[in-house]
């Protein structure tokens, strides 16, 4: 307790002579005096992370990895755990660093909260869906909040990678295909994690990832190689992390893929010349996990002690569980390979943010037994994930306005897999929640239908079977079971409406889960036949964390609501959507394909020198299906209509200075009040360099009563109209460039404006 007395005393002293204006000068003078105190092999020793290898609320095994993990905690080695959660267990472990080390430094400890803690939001890339920045904020201040109140101070979420394969499970974690959208909702969901004051009990540090080009694997497949150009890296891969980086992120993650034939972990341009240099990121830049050891795997490396050499002087400040840095760096700095000042850069780095989470002034801060238990999966935590879960939904089809239902029908069938699942609506990487504490479709049916009205449950068929967790590979039932698709076709056949439940398994997507198939697995499309044969009213509501191939479901079924993972109000988030109690307003954020051999799609594509039919096979297309997507990104319908009028720009030719002003009314002409994503998508059809066919460059989500109707404007300038060289120079140049006004990237208007110089 001593030593931790002593770096409080000192914390105290500079605390109480800061203001709002010299804080940032005392941060820096606390941690330049205490790196003053600290030998090399401390330093060294904050720019390593453990994973936790007991229960810290214990005493450790006595095996050998787990005891040098303990003196090594002990003896100042360690500055960082992952994997330790729980209010007493980071107590514990926190004591062991604060109450035996010389200097008594704190731990931080990260965790991976993506979509929750406990309590579950939609999976990242259903909540993009809202299209809205303060849903996003909402999302994320809920896993801070209950996060921290467990103890953690980090978190290695959000996952900015702009991703258009459907074939790569990790797209779950992401924003969806555009960099535009993916930069704003970075932004806001780090501004739910962080805050306006890092130092407060709930807030945590985030994290931007993966950096970068991980979301350009070939073929979808995991871990991949990734072979992109400099023109792709900096218009559709880098533009997230630079606003996050702008706007005050505390730390970076790279990533596990080479990029230009260099790991992402010890690339010197992505982590210093660009990230730290040009863009001024202050915070640090941690390993993936065991990526710095993999530079050697992928062949970049002899050996892990080149590996150590290459990444720390490429950037990367903390080493995740790869074991580099501890054994080695103290090793190349003696040999005169890595410089002394690159290890004291990279702990003032890690030390910065510990001041800034106000761990030295009191280290067992966010460690509080009491706040834990107020906090998680409170009524409040639950009520924000029920609003999330809502905004997150997409309308994809809605024949002869069959939604929403009326809360008195007389009978509903509720059939399929993950109708009765309490599981698989939390999705992946869902930290602590609970397996089977979601609101399942059926408990929420059940919760808003009339108590006369006869609800028919029929599982029809089995999905993934055996063991489902986070690690192990899924196995799908490829079996007809003749007995459970005939309860189905009974249960259908009297009732007045059928809801057919249908998607993917939780763990079908996420870190490892790529697949070469995106359609429905199991025996789900048998089911589906079987039922829409009946000549029935067929509602699909399908759960799926990608977009999926549902070419029959969509030409065959009444209505179709995409819901995602929706969490853990997921049944009640739902039944507000079917049975009216909120009209849905989503908008797809990744292009659904018609099937896998069209992967990658995305909206903005480039031109091809030969896009259209000239009456024979010469052209860019395929001979056995459309170009087009199935559903077009930014696609989604309502329960009302809106009727779009003209669009108009205050004049047809610019100045470079000037800003293009548009201006249209939007009417609500249906029954029901409703919100609509006016999109605004441009084209540079004579550049420089070749550009998109649309590039999304600004929206608003508009609120309308029925039969209201409002003026909607947009301002665009110089950032909006121009883009990066292969170089990375911004350029902006006169000529014509097109306007597309819609409510998705397919549906639009167009019009045409020019600058000159």
Same mark, same amino acid.
């Given at each position: 307790?001593?030593?931790?007395?002593?770096?409080?005393?000192?914390? @105290?002293?500079?605390?109480?002579?800061?203001?709002?204006?010299?804080?940032?000068?005392?941060?820096?003078?606390?941690?330049?005096?205490?790196?003053?105190?600290?030998?090399?092999?401390?330093?060294?020793?904050?720019?390593?992370?453990?994973?936790?290898?007991?229960?810290?609320?214990?005493?450790?095994?006595?095996?050998?990895?787990?005891?040098?993990?303990?003196?090594?905690?002990?003896?100042?080695?360690?500055?960082?755990?992952?994997?330790?959660?729980?209010?007493?267990?980071?107590?514990?472990?926190?004591?062991?660093?604060?109450?035996?080390?010389?200097?008594?430094?704190?731990?931080?400890?990260?965790?991976?909260?993506?979509?929750?803690?406990?309590?579950?939001?939609?999976?990242? @890339?259903?909540?993009?869906?809202?299209?809205?920045?303060?849903?996003?904020?909402?999302?994320?201040?809920?896993?801070?909040?209950?996060?921290?109140?467990?103890?953690?101070?980090?978190?290695?979420?959000?996952?900015?990678? +702009?991703?258009?394969?459907?074939?790569?499970?990790?797209?779950?974690?992401?924003?969806?295909?555009?960099?535009?959208?993916?930069?704003?909702?970075?932004?806001?969901?780090?501004?739910?994690?962080?805050?306006?004051?890092?130092?407060?009990?709930?807030?945590?540090?985030?994290?931007?990832?993966?950096?970068?080009?991980?979301?350009?694997?070939?073929?979808?497949?995991?871990?991949?190689?990734?072979?992109?150009?400099?023109?792709?890296?900096? !218009?559709?891969?880098?533009?997230?992390?630079?606003?996050?980086?702008?706007?005050?992120?505390?730390?970076?993650?790279?990533?596990? !893929?080479?990029?230009?034939?260099?790991?992402?972990?010890?690339?010197?341009?992505?982590?210093?010349?660009?990230?730290?240099?040009?863009?001024?990121?202050?915070?640090?830049?941690?390993?993936?996990?065991?990526?710095?050891?993999?530079?050697?795997?992928?062949?970049? %490396?002899?050996?892990?002690?080149?590996?150590?050499?290459? %990444?720390? !002087?490429?950037?990367?400040?903390?080493?995740?569980?790869?074991?580099?840095?501890?054994?080695?760096?103290?090793?190349?700095?003696?040999?005169?390979?890595?410089?002394?000042?690159?290890?004291?850069?990279?702990?003032?780095?890690?030390?910065?943010?510990?001041?800034?989470?106000?761990?030295?002034?009191?280290?067992?801060?966010?460690?509080?037994?009491?706040?834990?238990?107020?906090?998680?999966?409170?009524?409040?935590?639950?009520?924000?994930?029920?609003?999330?879960?809502?905004?997150?939904?997409?309308?994809?089809?809605?024949?002869?306005?069959?939604?929403?239902?009326?809360?008195?029908?007389?009978?509903?069938?509720?059939?399929?897999?993950?109708?009765?699942?309490?599981?698989?609506?939390?999705?992946?990487?869902?930290?602590?929640?609970?397996?089977?504490?979601?609101?399942?479709?059926?408990?929420?049916?059940?919760?808003?239908?009339?108590?006369?009205?006869?609800?028919?449950?029929?599982?029809?068929?089995?999905?993934?079977?055996?063991?489902?967790?986070?690690?192990?590979?899924?196995?799908?039932?490829?079996?007809?079971?003749?007995?459970?698709?005939?309860?189905?076709?009974?249960?259908?056949?009297?009732?007045?409406?059928?809801?057919?439940?249908?998607?993917?398994?939780?763990?079908?997507?996420?870190?490892?889960?790529?697949?070469t198939d995106i359609q429905l697995k199991g025996t789900q499309m048998e089911?589906?036949?079987?039922?829409?044969?009946?000549?029935?009213?067929?509602?699909?509501?399908?759960?799926n964390g990608r977009p999926i191939a549902i070419p029959e479901i969509a030409?065959?079924?009444?209505?179709?609501?995409?819901?995602?993972?929706?969490?853990?109000?997921?049944?009640? %988030?739902?039944?507000?959507?079917?049975?009216?109690?909120?009209?849905?307003?989503?908008?797809?954020?990744?292009?659904?394909?018609?099937?896998?051999?069209?992967?990658?799609?995305?909206?903005?594509?480039?031109?091809?020198?030969?896009?259209?039919?000239?009456?024979?096979?010469?052209?860019?297309?395929?001979?056995?299906?459309? !170009?087009?997507?199935?559903?077009?990104?930014?696609?989604?319908?309502?329960?009302?209509?809106?009727?779009?009028?003209?669009?108009?720009?205050?004049?047809?030719?610019?100045?470079?200075?000037?800003?293009?002003?548009?201006? @249209?009314?939007?009417?609500?002409?249906?029954?029901?009040?409703?919100?609509?994503?006016?999109?605004?998508?441009?084209?540079?059809?004579?550049?420089?360099?070749?550009?998109?066919?649309?590039?999304?460059?600004?929206?608003?989500? +508009?609120?309308?009563?029925?039969?209201?109707?409002?003026?909607?404007?947009?301002?665009?300038?110089?950032?909006?109209?121009?883009?990066?060289?292969?170089?990375?120079?911004?350029?902006?140049?006169?000529?014509?460039?097109?306007?597309?006004?819609?409510?998705?990237?397919?549906? +639009?208007?167009?019009?045409?404006?020019?600058?000159?110089?």
């Amino acid at each position: 307790m001593k030593k931790y007395i002593t770096i409080w005393g000192a914390f @105290l002293l500079l605390l109480l002579s800061c203001t709002k204006e010299n804080i940032v000068d005392k941060s820096d003078q606390f941690v330049d005096e205490l790196l003053s105190k600290m030998t090399l092999e401390e330093k060294i020793g904050q720019m390593n992370q453990y994973t936790s290898y007991w229960e810290m609320t214990g005493p450790a095994p006595k095996n050998s990895s787990a005891q040098k993990r303990l003196e090594d905690i002990k003896n100042g080695r360690v500055g960082s755990m992952l994997n330790v959660y729980g209010a007493k267990a980071t107590y514990e472990a926190q004591k062991l660093a604060v109450e035996n080390s010389r200097l008594g430094i704190p731990l931080i400890f990260g965790y991976d909260v993506i979509h929750g803690y406990k309590t579950m939001a939609p999976i990242p @890339l259903g909540e993009a869906c809202a299209w809205d920045t303060e849903i996003s904020k909402l999302a994320s201040r809920l896993a801070a909040k209950e996060a921290t109140a467990a103890g953690l101070h980090w978190t290695f979420a959000p996952m900015m990678d +702009v991703g258009s394969d459907a074939r790569w499970g990790r797209v779950m974690e992401g924003c969806g295909e555009d960099p535009y959208l993916a930069s704003l909702l970075s932004v806001a969901r780090i501004q739910g994690f962080e805050g306006d004051d890092l130092s407060k009990e709930n807030t945590i540090a985030a994290c931007a990832k993966h950096f970068a080009g991980y979301a350009y694997v070939e073929a979808g497949k995991e871990y991949n190689t990734v072979d992109i150009g400099t023109y792709t890296l900096h !218009n559709m891969v880098l533009p997230p992390f630079k606003a996050v980086a702008k706007n005050g992120v505390s730390t970076f993650m790279n990533s596990f !893929n080479l990029i230009n034939g260099t790991p992402a972990t010890a690339n010197p341009y992505l982590q210093r010349n660009l990230l730290k240099d040009k863009w001024g990121f202050d915070g640090y830049v941690v390993s993936d996990w065991g990526s710095i050891k993999e530079i050697a795997y992928h062949g970049a %490396a002899e050996d892990l002690k080149q590996a150590a050499q290459l %990444a720390i !002087n490429a950037g990367s400040d903390m080493d995740m569980e790869s074991n580099a840095y501890l054994p080695y760096l103290k090793e190349l700095v003696e040999e005169g390979k890595v410089k002394e000042s690159v290890i004291e850069d990279a702990a003032r780095r890690i030390l910065k943010v510990k001041y800034k989470l106000g761990l030295f002034e009191n280290p067992y801060k966010y460690s509080n037994p009491k706040r834990e238990k107020e906090v998680i999966n409170s009524k409040e935590s639950r009520d924000m994930a029920r609003k999330i879960a809502r905004h997150s939904m997409v309308l994809l089809k809605n024949n002869e306005q069959l939604l929403p239902i009326s809360k008195q029908v007389k009978s509903i069938a509720i059939i399929g897999p993950l109708a009765k699942d309490k599981n698989t609506p939390l999705g992946s990487w869902r930290a602590q929640a609970v397996k089977n504490s979601a609101v399942s479709l059926l408990e929420g049916i059940k919760n808003t239908v009339s108590s006369n009205t006869k609800i028919n449950y029929a599982k029809g068929c089995d999905l993934a079977i055996g063991t489902r967790d986070f690690r192990a590979e899924l196995n799908f039932s490829n079996t007809i079971n003749k007995r459970e698709i005939d309860k189905a076709v009974n249960a259908a056949k009297k009732s007045d409406v059928v809801i057919l439940a249908l998607g993917e398994d939780c763990f079908q997507t996420g870190e490892g889960r790529s697949q070469t198939d995106i359609q429905l697995k199991g025996t789900q499309m048998e089911l589906f036949k079987k039922i829409s044969k009946l000549n029935k009213k067929i509602i699909v509501v399908l759960m799926n964390g990608r977009p999926i191939a549902i070419p029959e479901i969509a030409q065959k079924a009444d209505a179709i609501l995409e819901t995602w993972f929706a969490g853990s109000e997921a049944g009640n %988030a739902i039944a507000d959507i079917l049975f009216g109690d909120f009209n849905p307003s989503g908008k797809l954020t990744m292009s659904f394909p018609r099937n896998v051999g069209q992967c990658p799609i995305y909206y903005n594509h480039m031109n091809t020198g030969r896009p259209n039919s000239s009456g024979n096979v010469f052209w860019s297309h395929y001979t056995d299906a459309p !170009n087009t997507p199935l559903y077009p990104f930014g696609y989604g319908l309502s329960y009302t209509n809106f009727t779009y009028g003209t669009v108009k720009a205050d004049k047809e030719s610019y100045t470079k200075k000037e800003s293009v002003h548009l201006n @249209l009314i939007l009417s609500n002409t249906g029954k029901f009040t409703g919100e609509e994503t006016v999109q605004v998508y441009i084209q540079d059809p004579a550049a420089t360099y070749a550009r998109p066919v649309k590039e999304l460059k600004a929206f608003q989500k +508009v609120k309308l009563a029925s039969k209201e109707e409002k003026r909607i404007t947009f301002e665009l300038n110089k950032k909006d109209f121009g883009y990066y060289s292969p170089e990375g120079e911004f350029l902006f140049e006169s000529g014509t460039y097109y306007i597309y006004v819609g409510c998705n990237s397919r549906d +639009v208007q167009k019009i045409a404006v020019s600058f000159i110089d």
